[in-house]
T-cell receptor
Framework: DSGVTQTPKHLITATGQRVTLRCSPR?????VYWYQQSLDQGLQFLIQYYNGEERAKGNILERFSAQQFPDLHSELNLSSLELGDSALYFC??????????????FGEGSRLTVL | AQSVSQHNHHVILSEAASLELGCNYS??????LFWYVQYPGQHLQLLLK??????LVKGIKGFEAEFIKSKFSFNLRKPSVQWSDTAEYFC???????????FGAGTRLFVKA
């Protein structure tokens, strides 16, 4: 158990819909990262938050957004869903900057299926 | 641009064979290097990491990796694989600030019993 909690574990929805994925980082971790894992794209970095603020951005579509709340949990919002958005979405956390070695602790992922 | 290349996408070995998975990176500045493993149906977990010191690092389950700065490489090795090593292996790089960890495409290892 990594200490990172993601909900829901599985989600099936239709094209055009919107979903929210939730992540609770390990206790004490200030950084939250979101990754998308699909068969053809591998593990793609989407976005990182540190202590409530966006810190780094990767290949995140404009239809996707994220935020980190004061209690440090994070949500990834996916809207106007397309078939190609079907993937496993991982959240990871780390301590953050200031002596951080960069090690990430991953949740078990949220598997999104868009029909 | 920052990138991580893993040379082998699929590797099939028999038990007791030796393993070496290649990883090369392109990332400015001082880096931290990682290998993560994802067993079937599970989340990614850290196998080993390098951030300074001895370039030969040892991880869990008999894995080791060597950082060769001049070649921008961080290859993963294991002298004798087991069936339980069947998994997907990811090389990852981040800067020392810990932001924006970039992963390679992954290598799927299948070990035949």
């Amino acid at each position: 158990d990594s200490g990172v909690t993601q909900t829901p574990k599985h989600l099936i929805t239709a094209t055009g819909q919107r979903v929210t994925l939730r992540c609770s980082p390990r206790s004490g971790d200030l950084s939250v990262y979101w990754y998308q894992q699909s068969l053809d794209q591998g593990l793609q970095f989407l976005i990182q938050y540190y202590n409530g603020e966006e810190r780094a951005k990767g290949n995140i579509l404009e239809r996707f957004s994220a935020q980190q709340f004061p209690d440090l949990h994070s949500e990834l919002n996916l809207s106007s869903l397309e078939l190609g958005d079907s993937a496993l979405y991982f959240c990871a956390s780390s301590v953050g900057s200031g002596g951080n070695t960069g090690e990430l602790f991953f949740g078990e992922g949220s598997r999104l299926t868009v029909l | 641009a920052q990138s991580v290349s893993q040379h082998n996408h699929h590797v099939i070995l028999s038990e007791a064979a030796s393993l070496e998975l290649g990883c090369n990176y392109s990332y400015g500045g001082t880096v931290n290097l990682f290998w993560y493993v994802q067993y079937p149906g599970q989340h990614l977990q850290l196998l080993l990491k390098y951030f300074s010191g001895d370039p030969l690092v040892k991880g869990i389950k008999g894995f080791e990796a060597e950082f060769i700065k001049s070649k921008f490489s961080f290859n993963l090795r294991k002298p004798s694989v087991q069936w339980s090593d069947t998994a997907e292996y990811f090389c990852a790089v981040t800067n020392t600030g810990g932001f924006k960890t970039i992963f390679g495409a992954g290598t799927r290892l299948f070990v035949k019993a």
